[in-house]
């Protein structure tokens, strides 16, 4: 029986504690305090004694709903012979983890994992020499952000491992180190499991760490500022079962002794900097379940002795530039449920046949290579029943015929291909119930869309842009409740809108480029997710809609090229249009003042930014993954298409239209302008010298106007301005010589008689009389530009994924 003092500890703990069923994540979890009720308490559920002294030498209460602090006084720490001690899976919230522990001497397995410990690992930890096993692994918050609890001191993991001669198993997964892997770790001539993920690991990883003999897990993913490589002596982890460095900042070859781990069952290289061959002597890894060399620089033709894996669920080889044709020894790998080589440069024909004997096959991705896809076989029971299938780019000339016996396909990928005629009814059929993600654009497709599109009840993103559609839009697209991004860009759909019902969740829709007509439906206003709406290009007649203003989550409108007319008033109170970030209203009939109280109302162009802010934030729309916003509009004097957009700019746009007056002095209060074009109206009156405080604008054009008058000194304080044009106007005096002003082509002030100076041939009669004084703005560098990566016309990125079982998890990277 055990001790009655243990017994008291025991009984004590649990008192502290209280069973929450959220406090712990596994499925299979119970309360094990609730059998802590008997006398002996060497029967407890969790609790084991030794059978000659009674004492407690082993407590194992993970996932069992425990909720609650745990102190550096309690109870649990006067059961001082405890050799195990294992509370992973519960909710300790945010305790630290107590320096008490150190009296737990005798301790050979310490699992506090994934149980919302928070704070600095004390260096009592390192105190218990006799561990074998530390776990610590996975204390993050329980929301979406993962974000880690647990924090090494600087320099602390060598510390941390210093007495613990004798581990076998560390697991600090998730813990915030923030310095190198110790060499001094490779000594450890017992190791077997090494869990090192996502820990902000950097530095050269310790290449003696990869003889360790008994080594059998590596797990190094996610470390992006940890560099090394795969070195030939990788052989010798004889035992080696998994191994993980994704995600890392590893370069060089796969060499070719990796074949040799013939253990292996996990192999996950992907998101390096990997070059050369894939080794062939990876077909010799028969037990591999799971292989991803994707997203890396490796070349040449793809091994057909990987259809020796015969046991692989997963393969991932996409984003490379591998090269030759796609090996027909795929057609031996029965047990695949995923296999994407998207995005290569991979050739010649691709016989489909050869896929329908893989029946596991979930997911399929031939996109974005040289492939001309061919299906000649007839249709029978055996073609897989795919959930996942991307065929872009694939050179296809019809839809699949199989597609018609796809029962629960969920996303399905034609981007790209020369698909023509009308789209069959059966293709909104069979997967109605399960289709989420159906893409159709940059086909030669034509006619109307079937009506039996609106029997999918799953639809979340549907894209048919860059077709030859006509017709009207079914009136079912405002009504389908799941709907949140719709693109038919560059189509000839005409008549109406359709009217979008309460309760719908769409974020992004783009009729863009067709030839609808009439008002914009004030039923747009139930789209209270809307957050990208893009209309240009059509044939729309309507006054301004102010009442769009109500959408709070608004954040690009695109009114341009259509018949849109009459003068803007003052903003209603909630017409305000609270997240307005990006307004392109140019080449329309609009009148009257230029909107000056609307645009002092836009609250997100006046939030002021710092040039030190990373470009590359994108605007995002969730549905399961990301969708970036996309602008085309006249920008430093053409028109570009910008495929993704940095998170606090601010473009306004008006230019062509018919407005008047003067331009208002407050313009200067909208602080986050990047681009500011008031061309080709009727504008008159001088240029306010409140444009100066614009501090980050790139682009102004106030060109073919009537302004008069002398080009304020104040522009100057303009440092990051690419993009001038005055030109047309009635400006006068001399052109400030400035290294902002004086730099622009003459082209940029032409056809202003009264202008003179640098860079206009005619000179001025005192022009020093007009050079500001020296600024510190002017040393500011004016290379710098929130789209310092360029313009170009590309396809943007789509990411998505879904969870199918397994371990290994289920990942996808979409393109359109």
């Known amino acids: 029986m055990c001790l009655d003092h243990e017994r008291s500890s025991l009984l004590q703990f649990k008192e502290r504690f209280t069973i929450q069923r959220f406090a712990s994540l596994d499925g299979n979890a119970y309360p094990k305090l609730n059998s802590w009720t008997a006398k002996d308490c060497c029967f407890w559920d969790g609790v084991e004694c030794d059978e000659h002294t009674g004492h407690v030498i082993s407590l194992d209460l993970r996932s069992s709903f425990l909720y609650g602090s745990l102190d550096y006084n309690s109870s649990l720490f006067n059961l001082v012979h405890l050799q195990i001690l294992n509370l992973a899976d519960n909710h300790f919230n945010y305790s630290a983890i107590p320096t008490a522990i150190k009296q737990l001497s005798m301790l050979t397995l310490l699992n506090l994992a994934s149980s919302v410990f928070s704070g600095h690992i004390p260096s009592e930890v390192s105190e218990l020499s006799k561990l074998s096993t530390l776990d610590l692994s996975y204390n993050v918050h329980r929301d979406n952000s993962r974000e880690k609890l647990l924090k090494l001191e600087q320099g602390g993991f060598e510390s941390l491992i210093s007495n613990m001669t004798s581990l076998k198993m560390l697991h600090l997964s998730y813990v915030d180190i923030s310095s190198s892997v110790p060499d001094s770790l490779a000594n450890f001539s017992s190791l077997e499991s090494l869990l090192l993920e996502r820990c902000g ?9 990869f003889q360790l003999p008994h080594l059998q897990h590596l797990i190094l993913g996610h ?63 028969t037990q591999l379940t799971y292989l991803d060399l994707s997203e890396n620089n490796l070349v040449g033709k793809i091994p057909s002795s990987l259809g020796n894996l015969t046991q692989l669920i997963q393969l991932w080889l996409s984003n490379n530039r591998l090269s030759g044709p796609v090996p027909l020894s795929f057609s031996k790998l029965t047990s695949l449920l995923v296999l994407t080589l998207k995005n290569n440069n991979l050739t010649g024909t691709v016989n489909f046949d050869m896929f329908f004997g893989l029946k596991a096959l979930r997911e399929l991705d031939l996109s974005d290579n040289k492939l001309s896809v061919v299906i000649k076989h007839s249709i029978n029971d055996t073609v897989p029943q795919f959930r996942y299938l991307s065929l872009s780019n694939c050179n296809l000339r019809k839809f699949p015929d199989f597609l018609q016996y796809q029962e629960r396909i969920v996303f399905l990928d034609l981007v790209g291909n020369y698909i023509s005629g009308q789209i069959p009814e059966w293709l909104f059929d069979k997967s109605k119930e399960t289709l989420y993600l159906l893409h159709l654009s940059e086909n030669n497709l034509s006619g109307k869309i079937p009506h039996t599109i609106c029997n999918l009840s799953s639809i979340a993103d549907l ?11 079914p009136q079912c697209f405002g009504n389908m409740k799941s709907l949140s991004v719709l693109t038919l860009k560059n189509n000839s759909f005409s008549g109406n809108l359709p009217i979008f019902s309460k309760g719908n969740k769409l974020k992004l829709i783009d009729f863009s480029e067709n030839q609808l007509q009439g008002k914009l439906p004030p039923s747009l206003t139930n789209c209270r997710d809307l957050g990208y709406l893009n209309l240009e290009y059509n044939q729309l007649n309507d006054v301004f809609p102010f009442w769009l203003g109500s959408l709070p989550e608004l954040e690009v409108l695109m009114l341009r090229s259509n018949r849109f007319h009459g003068v803007i008033g003052e903003p209603i109170p909630d017409y305000e249009f609270p997240k307005l970030s990006i307004i392109d209203m140019s ?22 930014i710092s ?14 993954g990301f969708v970036d916003f996309r602008v085309t509009t006249k920008i430093k004097g053409v028109n570009l298409f910008y495929e993704k957009i940095p998170d606090i700019i601010a473009i306004i746009n008006l230019s ?16 986050a302008l990047f681009a500011l074009d008031l061309a080709n109206n009727n504008l008159n009156g001088g240029i306010p010298a409140s444009l100066g405080n614009l501090r980050n604008l790139e682009s102004l054009d106030l060109s073919q106007n009537d302004l008069s008058g002398e080009i304020p000194l104040e522009l100057a304080k303009l440092t990051f301005l690419q993009y001038f044009n005055v030109s047309y106007n009635h400006l006068t005096g001399p052109i ?21 100076g640098i860079p206009l041939p005619n000179k001025c009669g005192n022009s020093e009389a007009f050079e500001p004084p020296h600024s510190s703005f002017e040393e500011e560098s004016s290379s710098s530009s929130f789209f310092q990566f360029g313009w170009k016309v590309v396809v943007v990125g789509y990411g998505f994924g879904f969870a199918v079982g397994l371990f290994i998890g289920y990942r996808i990277v979409w393109l359109p």
């Open 611 to 624: 040039r030190n802010l990373t470009y590359m934030k994108t605007k995002t729309i969730s549905v399961n």
């Open 736 to 756: 400030p010589q400035t290294n902002q002003l004086s730099r622009f082509e003459s082209s940029s002030y032409e056809n202003n008689l009264g202008l003179c």
């Open 223 to 285: 470390n992006e500022q940890l560099t090394g490589n795969i070195p030939s002596s990788i052989e010798k982890l004889s035992s080696l079962n998994a191994l993980d460095v994704s995600a890392c900042n590893f370069s060089g070859m796969i060499p070719t002794s990796i074949g040799k781990l013939t253990q292996l069952t996990y192999l996950d290289f992907t998101e390096n900097y990997l070059v050369g061959k894939i080794p062939s002597s990876l077909g010799n890894l």
């Open 463 to 473: 894209r048919m842009s860059y077709n030859n559609l006509e017709g009207n839009l």
């Open 201 to 209: 690991l950097r530095g050269d990883f310790p290449i003696r760490i």
């Open 587 to 608: 080449f329309n009939n609009f009148s009257g003042k230029l909107p000056s109280k609307y645009i002092q109302s836009w609250k997100a162009m006046r939030n002021s």
């Open 656 to 671: 062509d239209n018919k407005f008047d007056g003067e331009i208002p002095e407050d313009i200067g209060d909208v602080e």
